[in-house]
């Protein structure tokens, strides 16, 4: 995996909780994004960076948010967990700017369960 | 709203044969497209990708057929093998220096040996 490193790898956390994702890389790659998996709907983008302290959201931010203080690190926290955030979260990270076909590589994803 | 639709849900198909998933898009800005393969308890991998001024590109036994009129593409996996079982995804890039992806909801194709 493209240097991508997701913790932790497996939680389980009770409603009504903040939760913490951490994404780290060692790519030094400007892009950074938050995925959310769930069947039936493929991925889909919570939030992204396209620099430190620069972050924008994506097609299902409620209830997220993120944060990017150093290149390598981009923080997910669920500020109130709940059970429609039980999910499999990936981070991905991606060199990308316009007009080009840059690859986004993708981290071995978090299992959060909400109970 | 589904930006990209992808079939089917499932596929099987033995081995040998060929696999053939469809996605249909609806936004005009998408510029890229690729398609993601998925194994259990990892993350997706890129697999091939094309852009809409090509109509056809083929990698190996993977091809990618696209048809920029319809929206539509397709990728096929000929003499599929049991080791191609996973979970494929396609996609589609906006044009916004993000280059954010949007995914179809996945096929999960199983190759009987």
């Known amino acids: 995996d493209a240097g991508i490193t997701q913790s932790p790898r497996h939680k389980v956390t009770e409603t009504g909780t903040p939760v913490t994702l951490r994404c780290h890389q060692t790519e030094n790659h400007r892009y950074m994004y938050w995925y959310r998996q769930d069947p039936g709907h493929g991925l889909r983008l919570i939030h992204y960076s396209y620099g430190v302290k620069d972050t924008d959201k994506g097609e299902v931010s409620d209830g997220y948010s993120v944060s990017r203080s150093k290149t390598e690190d981009f923080l997910l926290t669920l500020e109130s967990a709940t059970s429609s955030q039980t999910s499999v979260y990936f981070c991905?990270?991606?060199?990308?700017?316009?007009?080009?076909?840059?690859?986004?590589?993708f981290g071995q994803g978090t299992r959060l369960t909400v109970v | 709203q589904q930006q990209v639709k992808q079939s089917p849900q499932s596929l099987i198909v033995q081995k040998g044969g060929i696999s053939i998933i469809n996605c249909a898009y609806e936004n005009t800005a998408f510029d890229y497209f690729p398609w993601y393969q998925q194994f259990p308890g990892k993350g997706p991998a890129l697999l091939i990708a094309i852009r809409p001024d090509v109509s056809e590109k083929k990698e190996g036994r993977f091809t990618i057929s696209f048809n920029k009129s319809a929206k539509q593409f397709s990728l096929h996996i000929m003499d599929s093998q049991p080791g191609d079982s996973a979970t494929y995804f396609c996609?589609?890039?906006?044009?916004?220096?993000?280059?954010?992806?949007?995914f179809g909801s996945g096929t999960q194709l199983t190759v009987l040996p």
């Open positions: 996609a589609a890039v906006g044009s916004g220096s993000a280059r954010q992806l949007t």
């Open positions: 991905a990270i991606s060199s990308a700017g316009t007009g080009t076909n840059t690859e986004a590589f």
